[in-house]
Structures are given as C-alpha cells and as structure tokens.
C-alpha cells in the first residue's frame, strides 16, 4: 500500500530535550515536505527537499533541521525544542516537480501531535 | 509571495443540500491546485488536483474548478451527507518556488 508513515503519532516532551520525528515514504518520491498546522493559521511548510541531499527553507524553519540520506526518508529535528513548536505536525510527499504531465499530488502522512513543555 | 484565503472559515448544511466551498489566491502563476479533506485530529486526503492546464476535475459528488485570471478555485459538493463533514483545504503549487502554500480551511458540518 503507497503511504507515508510518521513515528511517533503522540509525544510530550520538556523543553530542550532533542527530539527525531521520522517520515518515511514507499513510493519512490521525489520532493518531501514538513508542515506545521496551528489553529487559525493553517498548514505552514517547514523545509522540504526536491531529492536526496536537496533541501531548503520553507516559511517557517527555525528551529526546526532536515535531513535527507535516503530517498525514502526526511527525518524532523528540533534540537532544543520550546513550546511554541507544540503543534501538529505533517510530513508529505509527491512526485518530482516540475514535472510536466505527471501528476504529482501531495500524500501526506496521518501527523505527530508534539507538545513541549 | 503567495496567499490563500478560504471563505467562509465554518459552513452548516442540512443533509441533501448542494454546497461550494471557495478558495482564492494572489498570484495566478500557479502549477496546480490540490483540494483535501481533513477529519478531526487526522492526517489530509487528497479529493481533487487541477494542474494549470485544467478547467475542472470530477469525482463522484465532488467538482473542482479552477480559475487562474481571477484567482479562484470552487469546490462543489452535490448531495451533501453528513460523513462530508469535515475540514476542507486547499493548496497552491506555484510556477516558481518549490513551496506549497495552503488555506486555512472550511470546517464544514452537515446536519442530518
């Protein structure tokens, strides 16, 4: 089954206590993402990365680190977390871009509700 | 930089009514536009992606249209059930960039 899966779905944490959220995805994409979705402010992207060691700042980057060894995988790092990164958290991926005639919709994984104390 | 705005932000139906849900942008130098479902503390699911070229795209009660010169995008619903209430966002994938940048969404509920 085509999906990309985050790990963990729930966590709670204290400030600046390292963390790793892995995202992984099985269809051999291309361009991965991070959003972030606060109420009232939508979803906001966080870095993505148009392939392997490719990638950039979204609106939202600090901090937040990336990094992408594997195709399959865009680990979320924050490395001293504060409490306005409480959030929910997606990872998405689509094909190539731009890639004319291919139709390279986003998939998104099931999101990782993070709270930081 | 572009901006997506979805009006109205919250939407009540009864069962059985036709309903559109908009969705404008600023800049209409767009690649596609993709419109989700999203269910209370759930992921998002993708209903409907219009590239550029496109006018509309269908899917059993759902129709999307798109229109670039004025910025606009609408999501029809026909028939509406109460398993369509949920969130409905959209999102824009710009010409340049390699960004995407959605609305804030319509929480739409329909009463039985």
């Known amino acids: 089954e085509a999906q990309v899966t985050q790990n963990p779905r729930y966590l709670i944490t204290v400030t600046g206590k390292k963390l790793t959220v892995t995202c992984s995805q099985n269809?051999?994409?291309?361009?991965m993402s991070w959003y972030r979705q606060d109420p009232g402010l939508g979803l906001r992207q966080i870095y993505y990365s148009m392939n392997v060691e490719v990638t950039d700042k979204g609106d939202v980057p600090e901090g937040y680190k990336v990094s992408r060894k594997e195709k399959r995988n865009f680990p979320l790092i924050l490395e001293s977390p504060s409490p306005n990164q409480t959030s929910l958290y997606f990872c998405a991926s689509s094909l190539r871009y731009p890639a004319s005639g291919v139709n390279n919709e986003q998939f998104f994984g099931p999101g990782t509700r993070l709270t930081v104390l | 930089k572009q901006e997506v705005t979805q009006i109205p932000a919250a939407l009540s139906v009864p069962e059985g009514e036709n309903l559109v849900l908009n969705c404008s942008f600023t800049d209409s130098a767009i690649y596609n536009l993709q419109w989700f479902r999203q269910d209370p503390g759930k992921g998002l699911t993708s209903l409907l992606l219009i590239q550029s070229s496109q006018r509309e795209q269908t899917s059993g009660r759902l129709n999307a249209s798109l229109d670039k010169s004025s910025g606009r995008s609408t999501l029809y619903i026909a028939a509406s059930q109460p398993g369509d209430s949920a969130t409905y966002l959209c999102?824009?994938?710009?010409?340049?960039?390699?960004?995407?940048?959605f609305g804030t969404g319509t929480s739409l509920t329909v009463i039985p």
């Open positions: 269809m051999n994409h291309e361009y």
């Open positions: 999102a824009v994938r710009p010409n340049t960039g390699n960004q995407f940048y």
